[in-house]
């Protein structure tokens, strides 16, 4: 007599694979909802509301007036700027898991009411993805050859891009440049876009240096570039 197939049961595939959709949907749905400023802000309390203020200031500020950080001024200048156009990388896959997952670490300390009031933030969470949403706009600026330049073309960020296919341009000043200096070398330092430009800080007067700290922010990461090159000046932070 033959002995019957041992049948296995059928629950934990159709419990995993409404786990699966469900969680689909609330992926879906999210990423829906974060196109929109206001919901970012329903979760977000402080001081994320202080920064959405802001943003509509800039909007309705007039020519000549002053944004309050660079958050701002993006806004003051793209009317469709939102705050998930920083916040969500190069919006490849890797990226976008990555996006849901601090959303969900944001959502718990929310709930939990833990979240940090302080207006002006000084750590930085995912500086990569950041960084990967500087570059989807601003590109040009990492792939301008020269040592004026060098502050950008010897980022990480810059050689990433050539070695993906970007072509490299020569600078105004030097158009005469020869093709061997149309290559960049891979980066020494660790140094990010973020690193020097930070989003939401207001800091009166930066407006006049393209809302940069250079005391707090940029002197330090310039000093941590060349200390990674082992070359340069490492005294701009005393200055």
Known sequence: MTAGVRRFPRWPIAALGAVFVLALAAALTISRLEERDTFCISCHTLPEVTYHERSQRARALEAGQVFADLSSAHYGMENTFRCIDCHRGDQGLVHRVTTLTLAA????????????????????????????????????????V?????????????????????????????????EAALLVEPSPTEVLCVDCHRAHIEIPGSELQGYLDLARTVYPACVRCHEDAGHGPLELARR
Do not use: Q
């Open 146 to 178: 020269g040592f004026n330049n060098h502050f950008h073309n010897k980022l990480p960020e810059a050689y990433r891009l050539w070695r993906a296919g970007a072509m490299l341009r020569r600078p105004m000043e030097a158009p005469d440049l020869p």
């Open 105 to 144: 670490r944001d959502t718990a300390i929310w709930i939990s009411g833990r979240a940090d009031p302080t207006i002006e933030k000084t750590e930085l969470v995912a500086p990569g993805l950041l960084t990967a949403a500087c570059t989807r706009c601003h590109a040009h600026a990492l792939l301008e």
